[in-house]
């Protein structure tokens, strides 16, 4: 049997990154660091489409090849 690749594993990836982000932010903004703290917000959330651009391509080829467009 086959495993999914991207399942209910690839949610809790992103949700773990998004907290992650939010900690480290809010422990930035109460030292006063509100510059690093955006830059790490901008930087958890290029990590997070980096992921779904990788699923969505992956998505694509599997339309592509079940409707046999290429």
């Known amino acids: 049997m086959r495993r999914k690749k991207h399942g ?4 809790f990836k992103i949700a773990g990154i998004g907290m992650l982000v939010a900690v480290v932010c809010q422990l930035l ?3 006063g660091r509100e510059d690093i703290a955006l830059l790490t917000a901008l930087a ?5 489409i980096s992921m779904v651009i990788g699923i969505v391509s992956t998505l694509f080829s599997s339309i ?6 290429y």
């Open 29 to 31: 903004k109460q030292a």
């Open 44 to 48: 958890g959330l290029v990590i997070v």
């Open 64 to 69: 592509r090849s079940v409707f046999e467009l």
């Open 8 to 11: 209910v594993e690839i949610v």
